[in-house]
């Protein structure tokens, strides 16, 4: 049963990018009854163990963990923390009285026992038995353990995500069209005249209904108020514009960027009704497909996860709402454009 549960983990966590450490080369027959992968998780280093508990005994695997320990302590430069998660497979429950694992706020041990008979979780009294996503690559392998699978390439690495572009050219000149924009409004006074926007093509709903300018839907898209304004999406563009153009191409990023500031024009001007403009709709299109993408391919982009951007989601939206003039309907509206267009890239792809 630890060759089967082996080999689902190895590829459940080798499609979040763990990697396979100091195994070498591993296969059918060949499965090391402890073996090792990491993950570079933001300033995180994880090791995940899998020990064949039914072979290798309880106080092997405490003196593994504080050699670890120590060697943790030699990166600390390096990163933030480092976190060793041990998962037991088999055999009897620990004695977990007699663990002594070292833990401290920058370097942790967590010890997980997995049932060979139902597959349940057990830890030490005060670890916790959910970290990092890995209990639920822990429970699916175990479920997974009847189904057949091919692991002729246990221990080898699985390719990780390429960027399809080097450059972010479209991202790069999006920031450069915004910027000149600015500038030519400064020129023409603003912001001592607050309606140069207007002029620029700033979504301004009398002159919309009236008389027909839909076209302000789309341009818009590039108008600021002011340099802060600016800066702010500047700075999306980069972030996130700039992963969605490498990662997924630049007709996908053309076509989320696009796509999703329009809706967010539609729920600005049908929702709010207020005079309004900027690239946060496009933007937040953006951070909406690298979250659906992450979280449907299970994979990360640059140190950008599932989980990462859906609190940079919720955020956001909670400061849109609790701050006064920020077209947060526009926000909504360019979030729920990216999703379905990230959606419909990743069954596509």
Same mark, same amino acid.
């Given at each position: 049963?630890?060759?089967?549960?082996?080999?689902?983990?190895?590829?459940?966590?080798?499609?979040?990018e763990?990697?396979m450490?100091? #195994?070498?080369?591993?296969?059918t027959?060949?499965?090391?009854?402890?073996?090792?992968?990491?993950?570079?998780?933001?300033?995180?280093?994880?090791?995940?163990?899998? $020990?064949? @508990? @039914?072979?290798?005994?309880?106080?092997?695997?405490i003196?593994?963990?504080?050699?670890n320990?120590?060697?943790?302590?030699?990166?600390?430069?390096?990163?933030?923390?480092?976190?060793?998660?041990?998962?037991?497979?088999?055999?009897?429950?620990?004695?977990?009285?007699?663990?002594?694992?070292?833990?401290?706020?920058?370097?942790? @041990?967590?010890?997980?026992?997995?049932?060979?008979?139902g597959?349940?979780?057990?830890?030490?009294?005060?670890?916790?038995?959910?970290?990092?996503?890995?209990?639920?690559? $822990?429970?699916?392998?175990?479920? %997974?353990i009847?189904?057949t699978?091919?692991?002729?390439?246990?221990?080898?690495?699985?390719k990780?995500?390429?960027? #399809?572009?080097?450059?972010?050219i479209?991202?790069?000149?999006?920031?450069?069209?915004?910027?000149t924009?600015?500038?030519?409004?400064?020129?023409?006074?603003?912001?001592?005249?607050?309606?140069?926007?207007?002029t620029?093509?700033?979504?301004?709903?009398p002159?919309?209904?009236?008389?027909g300018?839909?076209w302000r839907?789309f341009?818009?898209?590039?108008?600021?108020f002011?340099?802060?304004?600016?800066?702010?999406?500047?700075?999306?563009?980069i972030?996130?514009?700039?992963?969605?153009e490498k990662?997924?191409g630049?007709?996908?990023?053309?076509?989320?960027?696009?796509?999703?500031?329009l809706?967010?024009?539609?729920?600005?001007?049908?929702?709010?009704? %207020?005079?309004?403009?900027?690239a946060?709709?496009?933007?937040?299109?953006l951070?909406?497909a690298?979250?659906?993408?992450?979280?449907?391919?299970?994979?990360?982009?640059?140190?950008?996860?599932?989980?990462?951007m859906?609190?940079?989601?919720?955020?956001?939206?909670?400061?849109?709402?609790?701050?006064?003039?920020?077209?947060?309907?526009?926000? $909504?509206?360019?979030?729920?454009?990216? $999703?379905i267009?990230?959606?419909?890239?990743?069954?596509?792809?």
């Open positions: 049963m630890f060759t089967q549960f082996s080999a689902h983990l190895y590829q459940l966590a080798a499609a979040e763990y990697r450490i100091n #195994q070498g080369e591993m296969t027959e060949t499965i090391s009854p402890h073996w090792i992968m990491r993950k570079h998780e933001m300033a995180t280093v994880i090791d995940l163990h899998v $020990v064949d @508990s @039914s072979k290798i005994n309880w106080t092997k695997i003196e593994t963990s504080h050699l320990n120590e060697n943790a302590k030699t990166i600390m430069d390096q990163c933030k923390q480092v976190a060793s998660i041990y998962v037991l497979f088999g055999g009897e429950i620990p004695d977990w009285q007699n663990a002594e694992a070292y833990f401290g706020q920058k370097i942790y @041990s967590v010890f997980w026992h997995v049932d060979a008979e597959g349940k979780i057990s830890a030490p009294k005060g670890q916790p038995k959910k970290l990092f996503g890995l209990n639920t690559l $822990v429970e699916k392998a175990f479920v %997974a009847d189904e699978v091919d692991i002729s390439g246990f221990g080898k690495h699985i990780p995500l390429q960027p #399809q572009n080097k450059y972010p479209i991202t790069g000149a999006l920031i450069a069209i915004n910027l924009v600015l500038v030519f409004m400064v020129l023409s006074g603003f912001p001592n005249d607050f309606w140069v926007p207007r620029f093509g700033a979504i301004y709903p002159w919309v209904f009236e008389y300018q839909w839907l341009t818009a898209m590039f108008v600021h002011g340099w802060a304004h600016l800066g702010a999406n500047t700075f999306g563009l972030v996130f514009g700039s992963r969605v990662y997924l630049r007709i996908a990023f053309c076509l989320i960027y696009l796509l999703a500031g809706l967010g024009s539609v729920f600005s001007i049908f929702i709010s009704t %207020a005079y309004s403009a900027g946060s709709g496009a933007i937040y299109g951070i909406g690298l979250f659906i993408f992450t979280r449907l391919t299970k994979r990360s982009i640059e140190f950008i996860n599932w989980y990462l859906f609190t940079y989601i919720g955020i956001g939206i909670a400061m849109g709402f609790a701050t006064p003039g920020i077209d947060n309907a526009g926000h $909504v509206g360019g979030l729920i454009g990216g $999703v267009i990230g959606w419909i890239y990743v069954k596509l792809t």
